[in-house]
């Protein structure tokens, strides 16, 4: 059972991650013509597509592309809702609330985790890369991806001696964020 929830978990962790990614960088007016745009839409054009269709028009005018954010929802729930069959709804606190509370709150303890996750991934891959590669194209749209997260903590967390420790610092808050997940 184990085995099987792990394999769940990392799929529905790339296929929530790979539409929240999307979104991210569709608000973030990144092309998706370059990787990692054209692996996301690869994997998330299936649900994307559809439910871009179906959304109101003044939803597609505005800078966030809410399609993606709306696929990444309810594919989290979807992971929930089988995780929830799979494990009776044990999740830890709240095993007498229900099918109708534990699966939204699933839903949302998974979205969260996936965006810390991922952003720690992000984050991680652009430090690299700016050290051993540091010309790299990728780097570039790593950095438009990071650069907001980073520049609050660059304002309080001065450079020392020429390195910069913000990425170091987001990357101990977003343990310290899936920590108080639990």
Known sequence: MR??????DTLFFFLVGAALLRGWMNSRRLRMTQQPGVFVVAITDWIVGPIRRTLPRGWMQATTDWASFVAAG??????????????????PGVQNLGYTVTVPLMALIFLVRTVLQGLMVLALVYALLSWVQPHSPLLDTLGRL???????????????????????????????????LG
């Open 3 to 8: 085995i099987l929830l792990f394999l769940l």
């Open 74 to 91: 309810i594919l989290a729930l979807l992971y929930a809702a089988i995780a929830h069959a799979m494990v009776g709804g044990m999740l």
């Open 146 to 180: 990071v650069e907001p997260v980073l520049a609050p903590i660059r304002r309080i967390v001065p450079s020392i001696g020429g390195v910069d420790l913000s990425v170091l610092v987001l990357i101990i808050l977003l343990q310290v964020g899936l920590m108080l």
